[in-house]
């Protein structure tokens, strides 16, 4: 059984940058995939970005491309997210996921959380000024 702890949120202002991290344990995380999804209050969980298991492949929503960067060190079975220039709408709950297949958490209509993933607790990030 693969677990995901989440860390690295907090508290910043807009501008300013944050690195999640997101370790695993139970299972060698480069039989997955990792997705990194966010829930903020009263909406649905979206969609962040992905990367495949051997970090050759990786997608991001629009909301984020050219502020965040995901990466993964599977000798540490850790995955990241590089967020900069945070923005107040990124203000959420963020989650790691896996899957064994990139394809299970994107597809033509973007990044697809889907409850067949392995999840995180998730990390509150919050922007605010």
């Known amino acids: 059984q693969l677990a995901l702890v989440e860390s690295g949120g907090g508290l910043v202002q807009p501008g300013e940058s944050l690195r999640l991290s997101c370790a695993a344990s139970?299972?060698?995380?480069?039989?997955?995939?990792i997705g990194w999804f966010r829930q903020a209050p009263g909406k649905e969980r979206e969609g962040v970005a992905c990367?495949?298991?051997?970090?050759?492949?990786?997608k991001y929503a629009d909301p984020v491309k050219g502020r965040f960067t995901i990466s993964r060190d599977n000798a540490k079975n850790m995955a990241y997210l590089q967020m900069n220039s945070l923005k107040p709408e990124d203000t959420a709950v963020y989650y790691c996921?896996?899957?064994?297949?990139?394809?299970?958490?994107?597809?033509?209509?973007?990044?697809?959380?889907?409850?067949?993933?392995?999840w995180g607790h998730g990390t509150q990030v919050t922007v605010s000024s």
């Open positions: 139970g299972l060698p995380l480069d039989y997955y995939a």
């Open positions: 990367i495949d298991n051997t970090g050759a492949n990786t």
């Open positions: 996921a896996a899957d064994p297949s990139l394809s299970g958490m994107y597809d033509e209509g973007g990044l697809v959380p889907r409850e067949s993933h392995y």
